[in-house]
């Protein structure tokens, strides 16, 4: 019986009525707010009460859906959760060909440098001088990758993760192209250097994007597949070298570096045409509706097909802050980049705990970036 029958009927005084309306509605307002109402996809009419799911919670919702008792670690079990997940491994896949074409790039010149001062390559690029003129083309697609991490890297938070990852490939691609043309030692070290801005570009959009497309149960899975082929681009570029200069020595170092420039090209197509943006930076950015979409259809890659999908009121729900617009966005690319500053030096200056890993972290990361690099061109 409702409050206002009861007081009708004399069974509630009129004094009480209003203290138990404000009650009922503040839980009726409780109960909307702990739930979000959304409909089956399915059915005109079905509607069902659920609380209002996250990015991350579907997600892992439909890895556990598809994976086959994986704790067992058995063949059988590894191959039909892989059969259930193909579709989106391969997207993973797809990834993992972008990293391997920037290493395919870096790789590549030292390859060249190694043909010795009695090659044309020596005698056309670099005037017979190779300490000198090969220490100029090695150091200048590295002094690229460092202002293309620093810099173009930013873009990503602004402008997305697929649109700056594209760029970074399709740069370092044409770049590519561009250094077999080179005539002399300035073109060829320009055209390393746009090179080196597209590797260093490319790289942070592609492990956030790889980052914010997984599940948080495989997220470091999906991101050591990608580090991975790395050495994929490093073997092809390495086999492919052998079969241009070890075996015959007849293939011009220009046919080569434009084989070497293939992977990138290769790359842009496939997260063109196979890799969604990142459906986290559409939540931030107040795209809400994409992020849901986009998010269904990588669980439907995972094999996942939930009868209720995941609705942008959920996501708006979720979202611990208010997301930019999509202008706002990219008005305040200053603003980005300041906050970017400051957070870096904030590794620095604020905690001496968080300090002292940082500069350990450096110091292991130059070591092996030196040692690794330096052996390599040389």
Not at 196 to 207: R, Y
Request: glycine share 8%; hydrophobic share 45%; charged share 15%.
């Amino acid at each position: 019986m409702s409050v206002n029958a009861a007081t009708d009927l004399g069974l509630v005084p009129e004094e009480t009525t209003t203290s138990l309306s404000t009650v009922a509605d503040a839980d009726a307002e409780l109960e909307e707010s702990s739930s979000i109402l959304y409909s089956d996809s399915n059915s005109d009419c079905q509607e069902t009460m659920m609380p209002a799911r996250s990015i991350d919670s579907f997600m892992d919702d439909a890895f556990d859906a598809t994976t086959i008792d994986l704790g067992r670690m058995t063949w059988t079990s590894y191959t039909k959760t892989f059969v259930r997940q193909w579709n989106y491994w391969a997207l993973v896949l797809c990834m993992g060909v972008c990293n391997s074409s920037d290493a395919t790039e870096i790789l590549a010149l030292s390859y060249v440098l190694g043909l010795g001062e009695k090659s044309d390559f020596a005698s056309e690029i670099l005037e017979n001088d190779l300490s000198r003129n090969g220490g100029v083309l090695a150091g200048s697609i590295f002094l690229g990758m460092l202002i293309g991490g620093g810099v173009v890297g930013i873009f990503g938070d602004v402008y997305g993760r697929k649109k700056i990852l594209l760029s970074g490939l399709i740069l370092n691609g044409s770049a590519g192209v561009l250094s077999a043309t080179a005539v002399d030692l300035i073109t060829l070290a320009s055209a390393r250097f746009v090179a080196g801005i597209g590797i260093g570009g490319s790289i942070p959009p592609l492990f956030a994007l790889a980052a914010e497309i997984a599940p948080r149960k495989c997220r470091g899975l999906v991101i050591s597949i990608i580090a991975s082929f790395w050495m994929v681009g490093s073997i092809f570029t390495s086999v492919l070298a052998f079969c241009s200069f070890g075996l015959t020595r007849t293939l011009s170092w220009r046919i080569f570096l434009t084989i070497c420039s293939f992977p990138s090209i290769i790359g842009a197509a496939l997260v063109y045409y196979n890799v969604p943006e990142s459906p986290r930076f559409l939540l931030r950015t107040g795209r809400s509706y994409e992020s849901a979409q986009i998010t269904n259809k990588l669980a439907q890659k995972i094999g996942y097909h939930c009868p209720f999908p995941l609705t942008p009121s959920e996501l708006s729900h979720n979202l611990d802050e208010l997301p930019y617009t999509e202008n706002e966005t990219s008005r305040n690319f200053i603003a980005v980049s300041r906050d970017g500053i400051i957070g870096v030096l904030s590794l620095y200056n604020f905690d001496i705990k968080v300090c002292q890993t940082t500069l350990v972290a450096q110091s292991i990361w130059f070591t092996i970036s030196f040692g690794s690099y330096g052996l390599i061109t040389w």
